[in-house]
């Protein structure tokens, strides 16, 4: 009863998607009132569970960090074409320091990483910064250049993927839901959920803000990239809930 408890408070939430390649919103439940209901009374002990890639909760997460992974090489695309040198050194360092930090479990680091890069990503909406990204932009080679077109277009794609994965979410909490006795086989699976709703939350975030921003610049420098799309326009709900 306590693991069905505990896995309905994890999956609990609404997120939903905007599937209009250029943008998209997400709410999801309160993180905070997640940690007040599952973390002990006692200082946590930490734990960094290895995911398992033959699980039902291991295989989206296998998927979620093979995304993220090209989006943190998109970011770095993007902005080492949009940033000073000086701006986009700091930005790498940060990553750097984030990387080889022991303390960090794995999903803790993917987080931070997707902080980072919303929080570069305010950098390029500064007005101030502006005319030196209209330059940079001028100075890009054709490779670089294809490159920085490329990265925007994987972030799309990589938001479109995010999606499917809560889609996943959606029907293994539907299937846990018919069948109370399947959540004892994910006993072990359930110490994870938590963590990828907080990444898919985060990176999600991520990709909205660098994006909204790189965009604006691309129209305002009179760049024109095709994105792809599903829907245009259509807002797609969906419910993870027991």
Do not use: H
């Not at 943190?72 to 074409?81: C, E, H, T």
């Not at 996943?168 to 539907?174: F, G, I, P, R, W």
């Amino acid at each position: 009863m306590k693991k069905s408890l505990l896995l309905a408070v994890c999956l609990a939430g609404v997120f939903t998607f905007t599937e209009n390649a250029q943008a998209f919103e997400l709410s999801a439940p309160s993180l905070n009132n997640l940690k007040s209901i599952t973390t002990p009374a006692a200082a946590p002990q930490k734990s960094d569970v290895k995911f398992d890639p033959s699980g039902t909760i291991g295989q989206i997460n296998t998927k979620l960090y093979n995304i993220d992974s090209t989006v943190q090489n998109a970011y770095i695309s993007l902005f080492s074409a949009l940033l000073s040198k000086e701006d986009f050194n700091k930005y790498k360092a940060e990553l750097d320091a984030i990387k080889t930090n022991k303390n960090l479990s794995e999903t803790e680091k993917r987080a931070k990483l997707a902080q980072v890069a919303t929080d570069t990503s305010a950098i390029l909406a500064k007005e101030e910064k502006q005319a030196e990204i209209s330059q940079n932009l001028k100075e890009l080679s054709e490779a670089k250049r294809t490159e920085y077109i490329n990265a925007l277009t994987n972030l799309t794609s990589a938001s479109m993927q995010y999606m499917e994965l809560a889609a996943e979410c959606k029907s293994l909490a539907t299937s846990i839901s018919t069948n109370p006795a399947m959540a004892v086989s994910l006993a072990f699976e359930l110490k994870q959920v938590k963590d990828t709703a907080a990444l898919l939350k985060s990176n999600l975030k991520s990709i909205k803000n660098v994006t909204t921003q790189v965009i604006a610049i691309n129209k305002a420098n009179g760049i024109d990239v095709k994105l792809p799309e599903t829907q245009a326009g259509k807002t797609k709900k969906i419910d993870i809930q027991l």
